[in-house]
């Protein structure tokens, strides 16, 4: 009896799938065949605070092209995995993405160290990779990076910014702050790099590490050499900290400018009104109502608002703005070129004023990257929340 | 910007450094309350502050201050004794170096919970008695460091009568003194072991507990801190609640001159060396005793 029953609900499954295979198949026959785009992402791990959001924006994004009728007529398919923030599993899925998928081009991954990881992957295989990641090494020297293009700022975009911002001020005298780790160390040098270029002096030069307790010392040594102004490079509790020890000791006189990595409100609540009057460069994707109306981003940057919190209900980031500008920039090419990965490359560089989340790029066969300073917009701290700072 | 005057800015760095030595001094007696009894390290003890820094921020939501700090430490304690009764005692005959082992699990398994708890976001805390800084000296002094500075010499009283003047307290001492002759004049030692984990975990949650309004708290904070209170304890001399008060002290004190007056990148290598040089010099560290550290295993 009990075998008889198995082998009729085998029978029964069979038959099902035949119906479904007969039902789909001539209408896949029909339909243009779908264009594959590969996806890595950090969905798990200690970066899925960047994959989370990027995975979420891809996916509405591919949905919502597929609803509009796919890619001239070619339904747009994602092929997504997760490097769970590990180097090695990104590495095994770019591979994959390449010799199993046979993907045109990849979006991701989302942090740097696991770009560099794929870098040479995708150059030799000749497949154009847009990553989501900030280092500046990912696109140069762009001779070795020729498949390789970012969506990410980099940090002397950032810091360029503000040493601008500092010098309409009127300030010169500056001392700065940065963060033991990759992230303080990369901020370092291009603060260092840039300083003499752009006329700041630099009258301290500051560390601590990434979980100290206390960063009192540090600012009273900054306190004492009469710099006008302070910037504070770091990520985690270490940037709450700075702004609360530099209210305790009643430095409020001397301005303080945060890097891009303060983006997040929560950095405001967590430093429970210490923060106010605290400066940081922000990219217009963080602050979609303070884009002033004519601004070109103000359009695609609100109607990417309106249906990302319409329904994840979290308010939007700069990396799901990255996610949103790699997936756009490879279906346009898609659109315009065919999946010929050579010719989607060779699109890409030579794209002039494509208007996204993270700015307005201009790409160049010089300038795989296409952002510019002025895609940082500087805002203070005000009632809690952001302002554009005049 | 007004220039600060070097003295000022000396005050400044000696409070700084006096108010991470303490935290990093409470750490140093609890890793000694168990060496003592047990002769081996709790490496979870940083997690006890980690713990005591994020219950406190919970508590102090619904409670009182006095309440909620109560509550905490009242939880954590019971965390450590949970600790010893599942992971230590059921360990019988296991040398010092497996339970070493064992506690450094526990500390991966503490920092695990609260990441799922707390998930990875620092939490921030008000200070117990208001944000306005004292002026002393030129210096400008968080209120909440009179705190640190009062709740840990109040643990320094409370341990020394504690050991001094109790049962309990001159029976954990014996054990310290000699496990085998101890067990033989009748006292439980599998109990001492599991009061010197309540206690140490107890003086971890305080130390957590007053600290967060300064300096925030997140699941991995535990890790560092620990290191820096071992350190402490080992330059004060494994063992010595003294030493590991003013090791604690010197440590913190040495980091933040050395932030402020040298460079703030070497802060870190400034205080290993310190300990380096002491472990050279006096190998029992600063208030060790000598004789004492021939027969110890560690």
């Known amino acids: 009896m009990r075998r008889f029953g198995k082998g009729w609900r085998g029978a029964a499954t069979l038959t099902f799938c035949l119906v479904l295979v007969w039902s789909v198949v001539p209408r896949l026959a029909a339909a243009k065949e779908p264009y594959k785009v590969g996806v890595v992402f950090a969905v798990t791990g200690g970066a899925s605070i960047l994959g989370e959001p990027e995975k979420r924006t891809a996916e509405m994004l591919a949905e919502e092209i597929n609803k509009k009728g796919g890619i001239d007529g070619h339904k747009l398919e994602l092929v997504l995995y997760d490097d769970e923030s590990d180097e090695t599993k ?17 979006i991701g991954p989302s942090v740097s160290g696991n770009t560099l990881a794929v ?22 020297p762009v001779e070795d990076r020729k498949w390789i293009f970012k969506v990410a700022p980099s940090d002397s975009h950032s810091v360029e910014r503000i040493y601008e911002f500092l010098l309409k001020k009127g300030i010169k005298k500056v001392a700065i702050m940065t963060v033991s780790d990759g992230y303080g160390a ?4 291009e603060l260092l790099r840039l300083a003499p270029q752009m006329g700041i002096e630099l009258l301290a030069d500051e560390r601590y590490g990434p979980k100290d307790t206390d960063l009192t010392a540090q600012l009273t040594r900054i306190r004492g050499t009469g710099a006008q102004a302070l910037v504070n490079w770091s990520v985690g509790p270490t940037q709450v900290l700075a702004v609360k020890n530099w209210k305790d000791l009643g430095m409020t006189s001397m301005t303080f400018v945060q890097s891009h990595g303060f983006a997040s409100k929560k950095n405001i609540e967590l430093a429970g009104g210490a923060a106010e009057g605290v400066f940081c460069p922000l990219g217009r994707v963080n602050i979609p109502e303070l884009v002033p ?70 790409f160049s066969p010089t300038d795989h990257c296409g952002l510019s300073k002025n895609d940082f917009e500087m805002v203070v701290v005000k009632n809690g929340t952001w302002a554009l700072a005049q | ?33 168990i060496y003592n009894v047990t002769e081996m390290i ?82 921030v805390m008000q200070p ?27 643990v320094v009283v409370l341990l020394t009568l504690f050991f001094r003047k109790t049962r309990y307290g001159k029976a954990m001492l014996a054990c310290a003194d000699n496990l085998e002759a101890a067990r033989l004049v009748g006292i439980k030692v599998k109990f001492m072991v599991l009061l010197s984990f309540a206690l140490s975990a107890a003086i971890g949650a305080a130390a957590g507990a007053v600290i967060t309004p300064i300096s925030l708290m997140e699941y991995d904070r535990g890790a560092l801190l620990g290191l820096k209170g071992f350190g402490a304890a080992v330059l004060g001399g494994l063992g010595s609640f003294y030493g590991a008060v003013a090791a604690g002290l010197i440590l913190g004190i040495v980091e933040s001159l050395c932030a402020g007056l040298i460079s703030s990148g070497y802060k870190d290598a400034v205080g290993l060396l310190v300990l380096l040089l002491v472990l050279f010099v006096r190998p029992s560290g600063l208030f060790g005793s000598v004789e004492a550290s021939k027969i110890k295993k560690f």
């Open chain 1, 90 to 106: 990104c590495v095994l899925a770019v591979k994959k993405l390449i010799k199993t998928d046979k993907v045109p081009v990849i």
């Open chain 1, 119 to 140: 870098v040479s992957e995708c150059n030799e295989a000749k497949v154009p990779l847009i990553s989501c990641a900030a280092a500046i090494k990912i696109v140069t």
């Open chain 1, 186 to 189: 990369s901020g370092r040098e």
């Open chain 1, 293 to 362: 109306a004519n601004h070109p981003q103000k359009q695609v940057i609100m109607a990417y608002n309106e249906a990302y919190q319409g329904r994840f209900k979290e308010p939007l980031s700069a990396f799901g703005g990255h996610a949103w500008d790699s997936l756009k920039l490879a279906v346009e090419a898609l659109g315009a070129v065919g999946p010929d990965p050579a010719k989607i490359r060779d699109y890409l560089e030579n794209r002039k004023n494509f208007v996204g989340q993270g700015g307005v790029f201009n």
């Open chain 2, 1 to 33: 910007m007004e220039k600060l005057s070097l003295g000022g800015q000396l005050v400044q760095y000696l409070f700084t450094g006096v108010t991470v030595g303490s935290v990093y001094g409470m750490v140093a007696l609890g890793f000694n309350i």
């Open chain 2, 42 to 123: 709790n490496f979870a003890q940083g997690e006890f502050v980690m713990l005591g820094g994020l219950m406190m921020v919970v508590c102090a939501k619904f409670l009182p201050l006095p309440m909620a700090f109560v509550l905490t430490v009242a939880i954590v304690t019971a965390v450590g004794v949970l600790m010893e009764r599942f992971t230590i005692n059921p360990l019988k005959n296991a040398s010092v170096l497996t339970l070493i082992i064992v506690t450094i699990a526990v500390s991966i398994l503490l920092k695990g919970i609260a990441m799922f708890i707390w998930g990875k976001d620092p939490y």
């Open chain 2, 128 to 154: 117990f008695s208001g944000t306005k800084p004292i002026h002393l000296f030129g210096a400008a002094v968080q209120t909440q460091i009179l705190w640190v500075l009062g709740i840990s010499a109040v």
